[in-house]
């Protein structure tokens, strides 16, 4: 009889190593062995990138192996055919076969003694944690002093000038898996929900790995970011009195996952280039559509909504991704238009279920775009980042001979530039209409940061064009005075045009 003991990656107050994030699936061990001791060599046939599972179960909607190929039933989604993409869509029953005819060699080789993740004390330790118990004996990896001011920093999530990245050093990268951990214990909605705590800590390890970390922008820093903004908004008195259970936690998860597995170019970029996300989703919010499915993949695979019911579940799934839609920049004016008609009419009821999902769709909206409105320290970071990967976009564009989209010509664009066409056209009208929702001094203090920002960003421009001007008359005459001295005499002595230059010098 084998047994299968599900652990939990890490407990939330210890961070998790690169080598646990490529980890998938639970650690099977056999009845007949010791569980510390060397796995039965049959069950180490059936591990593939460090998964392992129940070879009688064929009904994995989403089990991926070997780090990059996935596997998927014939449930589910349609499979994305990928040519020399990593991603591979693999049969399942074939993958079976070929793992069952691989056993014999298998168990023919010498046994090994294999160190688990977490020791048996561990393990129960980590799990009376996960499943609220207050835990006796702490275990830190962390020095306790990043610990600590992690902790500080959580007390003050809703705080507006929350520094992500800070706190991303404290956690050791994993900014994304301990805020969003947090706040869905801080609202409840583990226990609300019964939400496996095992089932839920994969989830959230497996989002964050999809993110891609080499993105200077769409990173899970970002995710991060817009779920903590999320946070402040979904706390404001107009919402925070109207949201239900489940509003709250379809807005923290679709925050969470609202731009997964991004592969840093944008949508222009895939049309042109053919790509098969392009080709999948017509051409049509294709990122975003990727990001959703990919969000419900990972939902699927981890089993977090398992024990709901079935109509429960898909319908979270379509909430989810008509919250992860909203945030297709290309629909912003019809996102826009919509919200300054009901702000007009003034017809917005927050019982109307239908009314609250648009005014969640329309914080993350904000959510996502909020980098102009942050402090000048956090909101210059965010947009030199986001320009680096514009500017990267470009750079293969130019490279492979391509029309070089809008804003990623590092040539013909500045920061400075991109970030006032950007707050001027795109986030100022945003937040303007929300501060018309919800007058509060967040609003205020929003709108206040963007006005000062796009004023130190203006102020910068004006600096870099009055040093270009400076520099280009100076190289004009130098040439010309270098010309007459040329012109004048082939002498040895100093030229009389020299002179005055020389007394400009000094």
Same mark, same amino acid.
């Given at each position: 009889?084998?047994?299968?003991?599900?652990?939990?990656?890490?407990?939330?107050?210890?961070?998790?190593?690169?080598?646990?994030?490529?980890?998938?699936?639970?650690?099977?061990?056999?009845?007949?062995? &010791?569980?510390?001791?060397?796995?039965?060599?049959?069950?180490?046939?059936?591990?593939?990138?460090?998964? &392992?599972?129940?070879? =009688?179960?064929?009904?994995?909607?989403?089990?991926?192996?070997?780090?990059?190929?996935?596997?998927?039933?014939?449930?589910?989604?349609?499979?994305?055919?990928? &040519?020399?993409?990593?991603?591979?869509?693999?049969?399942?029953?074939?993958?079976?076969?070929?793992?069952?005819?691989?056993? !014999?060699?298998?168990?023919?080789?010498?046994?090994?003694? +294999?160190?688990?993740?977490?020791?048996?004390?561990?393990? @129960?330790?980590? =799990?009376?944690?996960?499943? $609220?118990?207050?835990?006796?004996?702490? @275990?830190?990896?962390?020095?306790?002093?990043?610990?600590?001011?992690?902790?500080?920093?959580?007390?003050?999530?809703?705080?507006?000038?929350?520094?992500?990245?800070?706190?991303?050093?404290?956690?050791?990268?994993?900014?994304?898996?301990?805020?969003?951990?947090?706040?869905?214990?801080?609202?409840?909605?583990?226990?609300?929900?019964?939400?496996?705590?095992?089932?839920?800590?994969?989830?959230?390890?497996?989002?964050?790995?999809?993110?891609?970390?080499?993105?200077?922008?769409?990173?899970?820093?970002?995710?991060?970011?817009?779920?903590?903004?999320?946070?402040?908004?979904?706390?404001?008195?107009?919402?925070?009195?109207?949201?239900?259970?489940?509003?709250?936690?379809?807005? @923290?998860?679709?925050?969470?996952?609202?731009?997964?597995?991004?592969?840093?170019?944008? %949508?222009?970029?895939?049309?042109?280039?053919?790509?098969?996300?392009?080709?999948?989703?017509?051409?049509? &919010?294709?990122?975003?559509?990727?990001?959703?499915?990919?969000?419900?993949?990972?939902?699927?695979?981890?089993?977090?909504?398992?024990?709901?019911?079935?109509?429960?579940?898909?319908?979270?799934?379509?909430?989810? $991704? =008509?919250?992860?839609?909203?945030?297709?920049?290309?629909?912003?004016?019809?996102?826009?238009?919509?919200?300054?008609?009901?702000?007009? %009419?003034?017809?917005?009821?927050?019982?109307?279920?239908?009314?609250?999902?648009?005014?969640?769709?329309?914080?993350?909206?904000?959510?996502?775009?909020?980098?102009?409105?942050?402090?000048?320290?956090?909101?210059?970071?965010?947009?030199?980042?986001?320009?680096?990967?514009?500017?990267?976009?470009?750079?293969?564009?130019?490279?492979?001979?391509?029309?070089? =989209?809008?804003?990623?010509?590092? +040539?013909?664009?500045? +920061? $400075?530039?991109?970030?006032?066409?950007?707050?001027?056209?795109?986030?100022?009208?945003?937040?303007?209409?929300?501060?018309?929702?919800?007058?509060?001094?967040?609003?205020? !203090?929003?709108?206040?940061?963007?006005?000062?920002?796009?004023?130190?960003?203006?102020?910068?421009?004006?600096?870099?064009?009055? +040093? !270009?001007?400076?520099?280009?008359?100076?190289?004009?005459?130098?040439?010309?005075?270098?010309?007459?001295?040329?012109?004048? $005499?082939?002498?040895?002595?100093?030229?009389?045009?020299?002179?005055?230059?020389?007394?400009?010098?000094?």
């Amino acid at each position: 009889m084998e047994v299968c003991y599900q652990l939990p990656v890490l407990p939330l107050d210890r961070p998790v190593p690169k080598h646990v994030l490529s980890r998938r699936g639970a650690i099977s061990f056999s009845s007949s062995s &010791s569980l510390f001791g060397a796995p039965d060599p049959r069950q180490l046939s059936q591990r593939r990138g460090a998964i &392992s599972y129940d070879s =009688s179960d064929q009904t994995a909607l989403y089990i991926r192996m070997l780090g990059d190929v996935r596997v998927r039933s014939q449930v589910g989604f349609e499979p994305e055919r990928r &040519s020399s993409h990593p991603y591979l869509y693999i049969d399942f029953r074939t993958l079976h076969t070929r793992l069952g005819c691989g056993s !014999t060699s298998a168990s023919s080789a010498p046994e090994r003694r +294999v160190h688990r993740l977490l020791s048996f004390q561990r393990y @129960l330790h980590s =799990s009376r944690l996960l499943r $609220g118990v207050p835990q006796q004996i702490p @275990l830190h990896i962390l020095d306790e002093d990043y610990t600590g001011q992690a902790r500080c920093m959580l007390e003050k999530v809703g705080n507006w000038n929350f520094d992500i990245f800070l706190f991303d050093r404290l956690t050791n990268g994993n900014s994304l898996i301990t805020l969003t951990f947090h706040l869905l214990n801080q609202y409840g909605l583990v226990e609300l929900y019964q939400l496996d705590m095992v089932k839920l800590w994969r989830f959230l390890v497996m989002v964050q790995e999809d993110y891609h970390s080499d993105n200077p922008y769409h990173n899970a820093i970002h995710a991060a970011d817009v779920t903590q903004a999320m946070y402040c908004y979904m706390r404001e008195p107009m919402l925070a009195k109207s949201l239900t259970s489940r509003d709250i936690l379809l807005g @923290l998860l679709a925050a969470a996952t609202h731009d997964l597995d991004h592969p840093g170019v944008n %949508q222009p970029f895939l049309i042109k280039t053919d790509h098969y996300l392009a080709t999948l989703y017509r051409n049509t &919010s294709v990122l975003e559509n990727h990001h959703w499915k990919s969000a419900v993949g990972l939902l699927r695979e981890t089993g977090l909504f398992s024990h709901l019911p079935a109509e429960d579940s898909l319908n979270m799934e379509r909430e989810l $991704g =008509s919250l992860i839609l909203a945030t297709d920049i290309s629909r912003q004016n019809d996102y826009l238009s919509k919200f300054r008609l009901h702000l007009d %009419q003034e017809n917005l009821c927050l019982s109307n279920a239908s009314h609250r999902h648009f005014l969640l769709q329309m914080a993350l909206k904000c959510a996502d775009i909020c980098n102009p409105c942050r402090p000048w320290e956090l909101s210059k970071q965010w947009s030199e980042k986001v320009t680096k990967e514009f500017f990267q976009q470009g750079d293969i564009e130019k490279k492979h001979k391509l029309e070089v =989209s809008p804003l990623c010509d590092r +040539v013909a664009n500045t +920061v $400075g530039n991109i970030q006032m066409g950007f707050m001027t056209y795109v986030a100022e009208p945003l937040f303007a209409e929300w501060a018309r929702f919800s007058d509060t001094r967040l609003s205020q !203090t929003m709108l206040g940061h963007m006005g000062l920002n796009k004023a130190s960003w203006s102020g910068l421009q004006q600096e870099q064009t009055s +040093v !270009t001007e400076e520099v280009e008359p100076s190289t004009t005459g130098t040439d010309v005075e270098d010309a007459a001295a040329r012109k004048d $005499g082939n002498t040895g002595g100093t030229s009389s045009k020299e002179i005055p230059q020389g007394s400009r010098e000094s």
